[in-house]
């Protein structure tokens, strides 16, 4: 029930908990797999670590980052798409990891939207919605209780940065692709199709990483569900050396002061730890 409800920042962060049909997912999966062979030959199984092991260095030494990010949701059942652009904010710390994303600009087929905020201070997770003036607290762990984040098995929303190479290896048939001219410059793309035995079977076509060579870290995530009429891409155009460990500070994970005047709607964890329903 909680993943469920948490499917939206979960599609923003890394994939959505939205679950596609058995059929059509192994279906799709199978079509992937076909293309894939032809690419698999260009890379060693040794190429594949080198990436994942870079980017799980990179992730266990990240300290915070802020860069920008832009999301698209491409529904390609009901022929529609939304954009929405803004930043994010992350830092790492005891007894968990704090985050904000905010979101100045959003789209929906090419009309204009209100910002959104998704902000998560180590216990509470808070959802702020301009075009309600509604501000949703969801109580994500107790006070003091340690989530670990970047774990993709278990985190209620799984963060982009910090994978470990054994959780994807666990979880993913892993290939790295030629790269293309639409690629983002400088990456090295990772396709990962969902083995049978993990609990992402039924829920991801392939996900991709365009990892940046130099700096380790994925400029872009793309999530395929639904035999492919269902694609999310999160951008982050502007991650640098400059975005990482650059001494996020407190101020910069405060409320928006626009929350002043929203309505506050609090759910608290019940006695199993499950949020309501």
């Not at 001219?181 to 609990?199: A, F, G, I, M, R």
Request: hydrophobic share 35%; charged share 30%; aromatic share 8%.
């Amino acid at each position: 029930m909680l993943e469920r409800r948490l499917g939206r920042i979960s599609r923003i962060l890394v994939a959505s908990a939205v679950t596609t049909s058995l059929l059509g997912g192994a279906f799709s999966r199978s079509v992937f797999a076909q293309e894939a062979k032809p690419e698999a030959s260009s890379a060693s199984t040794a190429d594949v670590d080198r990436v994942l092991t870079a980017l799980q260095d990179r992730g266990d030494a990240l300290k915070d980052i802020r860069c920008r990010v832009r999301f698209v949701e491409d529904d390609r059942v009901n022929l529609t798409k939304r954009t929405k652009e803004g930043r994010i904010v992350l830092v790492t710390g005891e007894p968990n990891a704090r985050f904000l994303i905010q979101f100045d600009k959003t789209e929906a087929d090419g009309v204009a939207g209100k910002r959104e905020w998704y902000l998560f201070d180590g216990r509470w997770l808070f959802e702020g919605v301009e075009r309600l003036e509604q501000v949703t607290k969801r109580e994500m762990a107790r006070s003091g209780e340690k989530l670990n984040l970047f774990d993709l098995e278990t985190a209620p929303f799984p963060l982009p940065f910090g994978q470990k190479k054994e959780t994807i290896r666990r979880n993913f048939e892993v290939t790295l692709i030629p790269p293309a001219s639409s690629d983002p410059p400088t990456t090295e793309h990772l396709v990962c199709l969902p083995k049978p035995e993990s609990k992402f079977f039924d829920r991801y076509d392939k996900l991709e990483f365009f990892v940046l060579k130099e700096l380790r870290l994925p400029s872009r995530i793309v999530v395929t569900k639904n035999g492919g009429l269902e694609v999310e891409t999160a951008d982050f155009p502007d991650l640098s050396n400059s975005s990482i460990n650059a001494g996020v500070q407190d101020k910069d994970l405060a409320q928006p002061s626009e929350w002043k005047k929203y309505k506050v709607v609090t759910e608290e964890l019940g006695a199993s730890g499950e949020a309501p329903p």
